[in-house]
């Protein structure tokens, strides 16, 4: 990679394992062992730094995941379960400061957790789909993180603060979804309802884990109601049905010396709309 003097090299092997062991007719075990890589590069927006300052390492992933995939009762259910863990090694953590997106490493983080779906025929007419999954993200080591207002560098020569033991920004440990679908034919076509839910637990919404700045664990809800016949369907929807407001991050504006407030980005509001597809 070579643009306005700056250069860098990266060459990596990567490779997976996958294991599959079928136990019965309809189950399935499997297992994966795999090596990542991601190229480092450098920031290049704004300011005056020095190139040596620009630059972020190499990204390297070791993760590995043991799961099942099994089919029940007539095949009316499905259900696949798994467990994971993976360590990142000069993990490339970004994060908004002022008005664009700065990348650093992290030296090390872990992730582990497990996960839970599928999905279930309950009658000719309903069906149902869901998901449940914990997943711990956590920096291991990080000596070069963002300080939020309040705390005293611990590198006061860099202005950085010791994450180490945090979580990152927008990683959020539990979240489930379950959806239900109605559908029938009826004199013109077909007929369906949807709806969606889905818990999220709380999160940071800081790069710099400010723990004023935590989003609580919320409930997020979506409908559709529709009908499809020859080659049209029409449909009502609405997505963040009870109107939750959810913060995706917040910033430190940068903008003024001394100012400490933020700027706050958040997920969609309520809407409502009518789509209407002709396929040919």
Known sequence: MSADGLDRDSDAVTWTV???????????????ATRDFKSGGFNTGFGALPISSREFDDEEVSSYEAGIKTELWDRRVRLNA??????????????????QFTVGNAERAELK??????????????TAD???????LVYDKYT?????????????VNGACDLSGEHPV???????HVGLVYERPVSWGD?????DWSYTSEYNTSFSADPLRVQDGYDWVNLRIGSRWSSYELMLWADNL???????????????????????????PRTVGVTFRVTY
């Open 242 to 268: 009870t109107d939750e407001t959810v913060a995706m991050f917040d910033a430190v504006l940068n903008i003024y010396a001394g100012d400490h407030s933020y700027q706050s980005h958040l997920d969609t």
């Open 170 to 176: 927008n990683a959020p440990e539990w979240k489930t």
């Open 144 to 156: 070069s993180g963002q300080c939020h207002p309040d705390r005293v560098p611990d590198d006061p």
């Open 130 to 136: 869901f998901a449940i999954s914990y997943a711990d």
């Open 18 to 32: 996958t294991p599959q062991w079928t136990v019965a007719e309809r189950t399935m075990l499997y297992a994966t």
């Open 82 to 99: 798994n467990a994971f863990y993976a360590t990142y090694d000069d993990h490339q953590d970004a994060a908004f400061v002022g008005a």
């Open 191 to 195: 007929a369906y309802a949807r709806v």
């Open 113 to 126: 957790g497990i996960e839970l779906e599928g999905n279930a025929l309950l009658s000719d007419t309903l």
